[in-house]
Every structure is written in structure tokens, then in C-alpha cells.
């Protein structure tokens, strides 16, 4: 079965520290996997989205990564601000031209 | 600059009415797309359109339906409302196939709610 898997389910950092969030999934096959942010009340918009050939891809201060043949992704922010706090959606498409989402995680940066 | 709105952002409805949800969209774009959200679930897709009258069903289509008679808009409406059809919708759209990297950009959501 087709799923996308994130942790940790939520993650409380403070203003200007770094975190990782992880996805792991078992599409296949694989087209391409995204990276979207999701602020409380809004729609989800797309920070990255990466092919089976790229490894790394940066956003300003987001940097996803994938290792296709363990079938695992990772978003890192770096030094992160109060407007970070919201939900990150992991979301991989295969190619049945569908997107399928994880559950996300839910950021919250205090100061 | 283009973008996607959907209406109402807030409804309250009665078990059994019909409700019509709105989405219209300015990118111009073939392909649009209904999803819900509800806690512990990602996004499923309701129903998906690839152009003007042609519409098909995603994973949870039961009780929903959609019509495509432009390109900016895709109204999904449910026939007889559920108190299971409580959660937040979104409407997306996007210039190709999600099996290429196309953007696909998300309308600010509607919260229904069924009593």
C-alpha cells in the first residue's frame, strides 16, 4: 500500500535553532516528492519538490533532501523563526499522476 | 496576480441538505483538484478534473460530486450531507500531472460543518 509516514508527529524548538523533520514512504513507483508548509487556517504551499535524481534542494532557509533508495526524505530549517511555527507536509506522487500526503508535522518555534 | 479562492470560507449545515462549494481559479490552469483534511489523515482527494467537462473520482468520491463547465471553476457539491462529510476542504490546481514537477497551489480551505 502506498503511504507517506512523518516524524515526529509535532516538534516545540526555540527562535533561531535548527530541526529536522523526517518522511519516509513506500510509493512506487516514484515520480517526484514534495515538501509543503501548511500555516493554521491556510491552504498548504509548496516549498520544494524533488525528481529521483536530485538529492538536495534549498528553499531559503529549508533544505529538503532525498535518498531514493531508501525511500526517505528530510526538511531541515535553519535557524528558525516564529514564522516557521506551522504544520510541514510531506507528499509523494507516483506515477498514477496522484499525490498521495502524509500526515504532517506540526512545528511551533517559542522565542 | 492569479490565484485561487474558495466560498464560503466557514458553513454550517443541516444533516440531509445539499451544500455547494465553491473554487475558482485565475492561473488559467486544465487541471484542479478537491481534497479534505481531517485530524490523523492526510489530504484525500475527493474528486479531480484534467479540463472542461471532464471530471473523475479520487479516493473518497461517495457523496460528492463535481462539474466542469469552464476553467476557473470546479464547485463540489454533496447531495445529501453527513455528519462524516465534517472537515475542511481544499481546492487546488495546477498546469500539468502531478507525475511532473508541477506546482499545484492551494485554495485557502472551507470548514463545513454538519449537525
Known amino acids: 500500500k502506498n503511504q507517506v509516514e512523518q516524524s515526529p508527529q509535532s516538534l516545540i524548538i526555540l527562535e533561531g535553532k535548527n530541526c529536522t523533520l523526517q518522511?519516509?514512504?513506500?510509493?512506487?513507483?516514484?515520480?517526484?516528492l514534495r515538501w509543503y508548509k501548511q500555516d493554521t487556517g491556510r491552504g498548504p504551499v509548496s516549498l520544494t519538490i524533488?525528481?529521483?535524481?536530485?538529492n538536495t534542494k534549498s528553499n531559503g532557509r529549508y533544505t529538503a533532501t532525498l535518498d531514493a533508495d531508501t525511500k526517505q526524505s528530510s526538511l531541515h530549517i535553519t535557524a528558525s523563526q516564529l514564522s516557521d511555527s506551522a504544520s510541514y507536509i510531506c507528499?509523494?506522487?507516483?506515477?498514477?499522476?496522484?499525490?498521495?500526503f502524509g500526515t504532517g508535522t506540526r512545528l511551533q518555534v517559542f522565542p | 496576480d492569479a490565484e485561487i479562492t474558495q466560498s464560503p470560507r466557514h458553513k454550517i449545515t443541516e444533516t440531509g441538505r445539499q451544500v455547494t462549494l465553491a473554487c475558482h481559479q485565475t492561473?488559467?490552469?486544465?487541471?484542479m483538484f478537491w481534497y479534505r483534511q481531517d485530524l490523523g489523515h492526510g489530504l484525500r482527494l475527493i474528486h479531480y478534473?484534467?479540463?472542461?467537462?471532464?471530471?473523475n473520482k479520487g479516493e473518497v468520491s461517495d457523496g460528492y460530486s463535481v462539474s466542469r463547465s469552464n476553467t476557473e471553476d470546479l464547485p463540489l457539491t454533496l447531495e445529501s450531507a453527513a455528519s462524516s462529510q465534517t472537515s475542511v476542504y481544499f481546492c487546488a490546481s495546477s498546469e500539468g500531472p502531478g507525475t511532473v514537477t508541477y506546482e499545484q497551489y492551494f485554495g485557502p480551505g472551507t470548514r463545513l460543518t454538519v449537525t
Open positions: 507528499v509523494v506522487s507516483s506515477n498514477t499522476d496522484k499525490l498521495i
Open positions: 524533488m525528481t529521483f535524481s536530485e
Open positions: 478534473s484534467y479540463g472542461v467537462h471532464d471530471t
Open positions: 492561473w488559467n490552469h486544465n487541471n
Open positions: 518522511c519516509n514512504y513506500t510509493v512506487s513507483p516514484f515520480s517526484n
